[in-house]
Each structure stands twice: as structure tokens, then as C-alpha cells.
């Protein structure tokens, strides 16, 4: 069964950095698009960042500059860098995964469980 591990999430302080990371497990499969969204309480989900199999990237203005979104295609895995942390990134982050199965060349979309990411002094 394939599932979205996601980790890295938790408490910094503004100005600070976190990691993300999210992994896709078990096999078969090829990692199309893979990206991640956030939403705050009261607020639509917001699209970060997203990244292509070649490695394509696309960022919210919001995060341009800060964010740093990259992958490992042999660990089917996701990360997203966050530098310079503002109390506005504070949000449950989630990753997505377009995963291409093998055997029947068909595409099926993956979210993982979300991780809490809480910027405050």
C-alpha cells in the first residue's frame, strides 16, 4: 500500500529555518509531479512549492526566495527548505505525490498526513 511519509515539521522562531520531508513507500511506481501546500486556520489551502520528475520547480510569491523545494527520485522523496521563517508560514504543511504505476501506466494522486510547522518567538 502506498503512503506519503511525511517529517521535519515542528517549532522555530522568525528568522529561522526548518526542513520537510516527504517520502513515497512501496513500489512500482514513478514519481511524476510532487509538491507541497499549506493551510492555516481560517485560510484557503495554499499551493508552496511543486517540483517535476526533471526537476522543474514553481513557488507561491509568498515564499520565493525563502523556500527551497528539491527531490531524490531514486527514494521517491520530497523535501522543502524553509529559510527565514515569518509567523505567517505557520500552517499545517502537506505533501502530494502524482505516482505513475508501472504496470498499468496510470496516474494516482497521494497526500500525505500533514505536518504542523509553527513559527513564533
Known amino acids: 500500500q502506498v503512503q506519503l511519509v511525511e517529517s521535519g515539521g515542528g517549532l522555530a522562531q522568525p528568522g529561522g529555518s526548518l526542513r520537510l520531508s516527504c517520502a513515497a513507500s512501496g513500489s512500482g511506481f514513478s514519481a511524476n509531479a510532487m509538491g507541497w501546500y499549506r493551510q492555516a486556520p481560517g485560510k484557503q489551502r495554499e499551493l508552496v512549492a511543486a517540483i517535476t520528475s526533471g526537476g522543474s520547480t514553481m513557488y507561491a510569491d509568498s515564499v520565493k526566495a525563502r523556500f527551497t523545494i528539491s527531490r531524490d527520485n531514486a527514494k521517491n522523496t520530497v523535501y522543502l527548505q524553509m529559510n527565514s521563517l515569518k509567523p505567517e508560514d505557520t500552517a499545517v504543511y502537506l505533501c502530494?505525490?502524482?505516482?505513475?504505476?508501472?504496470?498499468?501506466?496510470?496516474?494516482?494522486?497521494?497526500w500525505g498526513q500533514g505536518t504542523q510547522v509553527t513559527v513564533s518567538s
Open positions: 502530494y505525490a502524482h505516482l505513475r504505476y508501472y504496470s498499468t501506466a496510470t496516474a494516482v494522486e497521494y
